[in-house]
Nanobody, 119 residues
């Protein structure tokens, strides 16, 4: 079993920055990749960025965050980060952390953290 706890959300003005954190615990060795997803009101959950934990740590970003968001991890702390810069009102959503096995099946989801971009 893997537990994921997100933190770092909040209210920020357009153009501002936030850093989200996702602390993983439990059966860490079963994790192949971790990622961030978001869900805005009335919309489906969508991928933001992912990072493999093993085999080189490759990353993948949704087109709408390329150049603005950076996913990173601290393996010693079992923590995944999402640095979000140049935030836009359309980035407003609940952001979820996700962990997956080597076959890409879900290990678990975090509880979500609210990000609101507004004046």
């Amino acid at each position: 079993q893997v537990q994921l706890v997100e933190s770092g959300g909040g209210l920020v003005q357009p153009g501002g920055s936030l850093r989200l954190s996702c602390a993983a615990s439990g059966s860490i060795s079963s994790i192949y990749s971790m990622g961030w997803y978001r869900q805005a009101p009335g919309k489906q959950r969508e991928l933001v960025a992912t990072s493999t934990i093993r085999f080189g740590g490759s990353t993948n970003y949704a087109d709408f965050v390329k150049g603005r968001f950076t996913i990173s991890r601290d393996n010693a702390k079992n923590t995944l980060y999402l640095q979000m810069n140049s935030l836009k009102p359309e980035d407003t959503a609940v952001y979820y952390c996700n962990a997956r096995r080597t076959d890409f099946s879900d290990l678990n989801w975090g509880q979500g953290t609210q990000v609101t971009v507004s004046l």
